[in-house]
């Protein structure tokens, strides 16, 4: 398996620009993840999946952050409109709870950079 | 909420030195992950341990939950061990990352 697959890997853009995070879990999870590190925070959970339900998004940090998804294969987390706080590395992440539970393997990241 | 806590936050070692890590959580748990997060920010899964002892090369890990701790032994480091080793712990369905311990292994 490819594991979960995050693009882009890097993000640079400009405070007010809309941003669009994509991830592709590993085949077969049920459950899907969206986290954020910053060095003051460390890892938060912003909201998680669960057969392409949104289960719990109390972590999403203000109206600006959205997150979907649509399909088994496929989420998107988005903010509009950026700001430079929002510089961060974001993760996705998925699982499958009937093979181990909540047993999380996680993408490579997409480094975002507001300016 | 529940507290994770690791120590030590940041160890230094010459290659083929031994060490262990250890994770103390504040309240019951579902499972535990141990995560090794390279120098390229990637975070790989080193085990899913809730309980017991498993091992995996130079790496071991036991959870004792009914004391609410993990440790993670790292046998002859090695300067690719080096990074940040997070435990995460699931309480209600979410994982609560510790802070870390950050390794740096010297040849």
């Known amino acids: 398996d490819a594991g979960v697959i995050q693009s882009p890997r890097h993000e640079v853009t400009e405070m007010g620009q809309e941003v669009t995070l994509r991830c592709k879990p590993i085949s077969g999870h049920d459950y899907l993840f969206w986290y954020r590190q910053t060095m003051m925070r460390g890892l938060e959970l912003l909201i998680y999946f669960n057969n392409n339900v949104p289960i719990d998004d109390s972590g999403m940090p203000e109206d600006r952050f959205s997150a979907k998804m649509p399909n088994a294969s496929f989420s998107t987390l988005k903010i509009q409109p950026s700001e430079p706080r929002d510089s961060a590395v974001y993760f996705c992440a998925s699982s499958f709870w009937q093979s181990s539970y909540n047993e999380q393997f996680f993408g490579p990241g997409t480094r975002l950079t507001v300016l | 909420g529940i507290q994770v806590e690791q120590s030590p936050p940041d160890l230094i070692l010459q290659e083929g030195a031994n060490s262990t890590l250890r994770c103390n959580f504040s309240?019951?748990?579902?499972?535990l992950q141990w995560f090794h997060q390279n120098p390229w920010g990637q975070l790989i899964n080193l085990f899913y341990?809730?309980?017991g002892t498993k091992q995996n090369g130079r790496l071991s890990a036991t959870t004792v939950a009914t004391e609410r701790y993990s440790l993670l032994y790292i046998s002859s480091s090695q300067t690719t061990d080096s990074g940040v080793y997070f435990c995460?712990?699931?309480?209600?369905?979410?994982?609560?990352f510790g802070t870390g311990t950050r390794l740096q292994v010297f040849p």
């Open positions: 995460a712990v699931d309480h209600t369905d979410k994982l609560i």
């Open positions: 309240d019951s748990v579902n499972n």
């Open positions: 341990i809730p309980s």
